[in-house]
């Protein structure tokens, strides 16, 4: 088993480790940043976050660092519903369902019924 010291000022830490929830202030996990409304912008982890004896762990970015989201141009928008619509079409029927089709069966659950 893997013992893990908290010590971020450690100078021969070049990876700063905090225990859970004591992070400090001016870092956030990619969740964290994503509810705020912000990515990373490019830049790579500066800490992380260890629990459950070192078996979980979360990265931390710096928020000074983060960049805001980006957004979908229209026509992303659009080409990413007409990908989800043809996830939805059986190739059997032509049929747009409420679900995305297995692709096990490569048809709709009441085509591949008949079969």
């Known amino acids: 088993m893997t ?3 908290y010590d971020p000022a ?3 830490e070049d990876f700063p480790t905090y225990p859970f929830r004591l992070a400090p202030d001016g870092l ?17 982890a500066v800490a992380q976050i260890l629990w459950r004896r070192g078996k979980r762990v979360a990265y931390l ?3 000074d660092w983060a960049k805001p989201k980006r957004v979908a141009t229209p026509a992303q928008r659009e080409a990413i519903a ?14 747009v369902q409420p ?9 709709c659950l009441d085509c591949h019924g008949g079969h």
């Open 61 to 63: 970015y710096r928020l």
């Open 99 to 107: 679900y995305y089709i297995p692709r096990r069966y490569g048809c």
């Open 28 to 44: 956030a996990t990619r969740r964290q940043l994503r509810a705020a409304g912000l990515r990373p912008g490019g830049h790579h």
């Open 10 to 12: 450690n100078p021969a």
């Open 82 to 95: 007409k990908a989800l619509r043809a996830r939805r079409t059986c190739r059997v029927c032509g049929l």
């Open 3 to 5: 013992t893990f010291t």
